[in-house]
């Protein structure tokens, strides 16, 4: 629903970052040098002995130069991720671009890491994406009007780890950033009542999951088929081949299973078990989450950070364990309506889903870390399964599948609607919470850019000089 904060300057500042920040993403002096002679150009000449100009320097950022053509690929990046360019000046498009160089440059000089392997891992990744678009590879190729697939590739790697130079440097900045509830209360009361935000119409949801019961002929399958990948990896064979090929993780698999994780990384209890009691090269003995079963490859220790690869299988399901399951979903459904128990404690008692079971099955939103979930926000399968049902009652049985295959049933109801309104604190804390850190962050952002351009040698030539740019640039 939309807000109010078309009148709100942080909410203005707020949507053009975020705007900004899903575009395609050692000398240091104080002087900043514009050229006022003409425009740096590459030059070549054609079948006719004449020269025709190729492209031009038109910034320097740090180590980095920016090419007119550049600002030409970027607006080419952004029609092939299907967003619009017809509002985006040149000027705008250079300041993006001068904003990613200084992200990237200052990223080197604070030594922040890019592997290689990770950026193979987008390109991999990114690459499956166009082709599904456009067709093919080739195709892929003649849009970037690039000569052949290793130039398009190399040309694709370079951008790509210039890219995930800046989200990194992106993510350094800010997450230092923390707010108090002081500060949200201030932010709060600042806001004048006629520009309060309207926080669209949203649902408290709580479901209770049923899975089936797994055979132990199954499970030995799928221990037995991990030893035997273990056993080819040890004999030769790549690990990232085998997790392309057979693992059943969408999170990782394109990427041959690789993931980086620390401590603090948010993965399962018996993952992160298994992985930190590895030493680098080794391979894992197959072991259970509630995902499944794994191996891992520790590739590299990095201090507090591993680099490792897994790949992950899931027993087959039998058709008499599913029917079983619903089975029992519909018992459970027909106690809640016949008022032998209440939904809540029916999730706290039956319910397989060990997230939720605590706080009687009610579902936390995965993007705010709230119990509601604002309808035009709401995943799209959760949405189809609850905009039928009205208040407390209590769905059919309903077969889920996570997007790692795995196949369970499930019960869902609506707890409790909101309806749009204007922003109360009490009522609405998380989200005005989340406001006024995204302010905090875009005004700890431009105070990054102030003090980075201060330092960073900086040039811009030509035309470009008369741009209006939303940073100081120039040193005006």
């Not at 520790?298 to 079983?324: F, M, N, W, Y």
């Not at 089975?327 to 039956?350: C, H, N, P, V, Y």
């Not at 609405?428 to 919470?433: A, E, H, N, S």
């Not at 406001?435 to 040039?459: G, P, S, V």
Request: include cysteine.
């Amino acid at each position: 629903m939309p807000l109010k904060s078309l009148r709100m300057k942080f909410i203005n500042i707020k949507n053009v970052l975020l705007f900004f920040v899903m575009l395609f993403l050692n000398t240091v002096t104080n002087a900043q040098e514009i050229i006022k002679d003409s425009t740096v150009v590459v030059e070549k000449k054609t079948t006719t002995n004449q020269r025709q100009k190729v492209d031009g320097v038109i910034a320097t950022v740090g180590d980095y130069i920016i090419l007119d053509s550049d600002i030409d690929k970027a607006y080419l990046e952004i029609s092939s991720q299907g967003g619009s360019v017809k509002d985006i000046s040149r000027c705008q498009m250079l300041g993006k671009l001068l904003e990613d160089k200084l992200y990237a440059h200052q990223a080197v000089q604070d030594s922040v890491k890019v592997t290689d392997a990770e950026v193979k891992s987008m390109m991999d990744e990114r690459l499956n994406y166009m082709i599904q678009q456009i067709g093919s590879m080739e195709k892929v190729v003649k849009y970037y009007k690039k000569d052949s697939e290793e130039e398009f590739r190399t040309y694709f790697f370079d951008i790509l780890k210039e890219n995930k130079l800046t989200s990194e440097m992106q993510k350094k900045i800010v997450d230092g950033v923390e707010i108090t509830p002081e500060e949200v209360r201030n932010f709060f009361k600042k806001l004048p009542k006629d520009e309060l935000p309207v926080f669209g119409a949203e649902m408290e949801v709580a479901q209770i999951l049923v899975e089936p019961k797994i055979t132990a002929v199954e499970k030995q399958k799928v221990i037995d088929r991990l030893n035997g990948f273990k056993k080819d990896i040890q004999e030769g064979s790549s690990f990232a081949t085998k997790a392309v090929l057979y693992s059943q993780d969408p999170g990782s698999r394109s990427s041959g299973g690789f993931y980086k994780m620390t401590r603090k990384t948010p993965f399962v209890k018996e993952f992160k078990d298994v992985a930190f009691g590895l030493s680098e090269g080794e391979i894992s003995a197959p072991f259970e989450t509630e995902y499944g079963y794994h191996i891992i490859y520790l590739e590299k220790i990095k201090g507090q950070e591993l680099e490792l690869r897994h790949i992950l299988l899931s027993p087959t399901v039998t058709k008499e364990a599913l029917d079983e399951a619903k089975e029992k979903a519909t018992l459970i459904r027909k106690r809640i309506m016949d008022k032998e128990i209440s939904f809540a404690d029916a999730a706290r008692t039956m319910s397989d889903q060990k997230e939720t079971r605590a706080n009687g099955g009610v579902l936390i939103n995965p993007n705010t870390q709230d119990t509601r979930f604002e309808l035009t926000k709401m995943d799209t399968n959760l949405y189809s399964q609850i905009s039928n049902l009205k208040d407390n009652e209590i769905s059919a049985p309903i077969l889920d599948e996570t997007p790692s295959g795995k196949k369970q049933y499930k019960l869902i109801t609506v707890t409790n609607r909101i309806n749009e309104h204007t922003a109360d604190y009490a009522k609405d804390y998380v989200k005005i919470k989340e406001l006024a850190l995204k302010e905090k962050q875009i005004k700890a952002i431009a105070k990054w850019f102030d003090e980075k351009i201060k330092e960073t040698y900086i040039k811009i030539i030509g035309e470009y000089r008369d741009c209006n740019f939303t940073n100081n640039w120039l040193k005006k």
